[in-house]
């Protein structure tokens, strides 16, 4: 069974310019997840999608970031436009149950940012 | 809010050895789920343990376990007989309401 994929694994982009990170989660999962981290500071909590709609969108940082899972299979995160602080590790993550306290999160690789 | 500390930013063991990675947790809910993942160098996150806040017992899954200790609000990892393969960012994390809340990492390296 293929895990949670990311793509890419590393971008690099100038300030200014749009960056598109797709997630593909793990077939069948109902909840996705966008996680971050900014260098040198803990893992954030982005946002969270249950098939296709939007759960929670409290840890997205402004409206720069715009996150969509048409279908409610994969997910893009797109950041128009990047600034220097958006440089980070975006990690999606997937789960098939909404257990609100248990139940695993499968993690992709993350996709590396880097806005110059 | 939630909070979860992990005070050891980084930590040595020898090989074979076991090794408590520290995890203390804030929350004023009843009702939580504690995790560990494992980061190793090539990025990925991988799952490890995970404790829920009723169960009576501390979970263990093969060299990992967990002290619980709901009293003192920690959640400590226990690495038993440690490899060389275990050097990696360990996280561990707190989940409600369907999103995880994560400690700052301890780097744990394992000496030959």
């Known amino acids: 069974e293929a895990g949670v994929t990311q793509f890419p694994s590393h971008s690099v982009i100038e300030k200014g310019q749009t960056v598109t990170l797709r997630c593909d989660p793990i077939?069948?999962?109902?909840?996705l997840y966008w996680y971050r981290r900014v260098m040198g500071k803990e893992i954030k909590f982005l946002l969270h999608f249950v098939k296709e709609s939007k759960q929670d969108e409290s840890g997205m940082p402004n409206n720069r970031f715009l996150a969509e899972r048409t279908g409610g299979t994969y997910s893009t995160l797109k950041v128009q436009p990047a600034e220097l602080e958006d440089s980070g590790v975006y990690f999606c993550?997937?789960?098939?149950?909404?257990?609100?306290?248990?139940?695993?999160?499968?993690f992709g690789e993350g996709s590396r940012l880097t806005v110059l | 809010a939630q909070k979860i500390t992990q005070t050891q930013p980084g930590m040595f063991v020898q090989e074979k050895e076991a090794v408590t990675l520290d995890c203390t947790y804030d929350?004023?809910?009843?009702?939580?789920?504690l995790f560990w993942y494992k980061q190793p160098s090539s990025g990925e996150m991988i799952f490890l343990i995970y404790q829920g806040s009723y169960d009576q017992q501390n979970a263990t899954e093969g060299r990992y376990s967990l002290n619980f200790q709901k009293a003192r609000k920690s959640a400590n990892l226990v690495i038993s007989a440690s490899q060389l393969g275990d050097s990696a960012m360990y996280f561990c994390a707190m989940r409600r309401v369907g999103q995880l809340t994560f400690g700052s990492g301890t780097q744990l390296t394992v000496l030959p």
């Open positions: 929350t004023s809910d009843p009702s939580y789920g």
């Open positions: 993550a997937s789960s098939g149950t909404y257990l609100p306290n248990t139940g695993e999160l499968f």
């Open positions: 077939s069948g999962h109902d909840n």
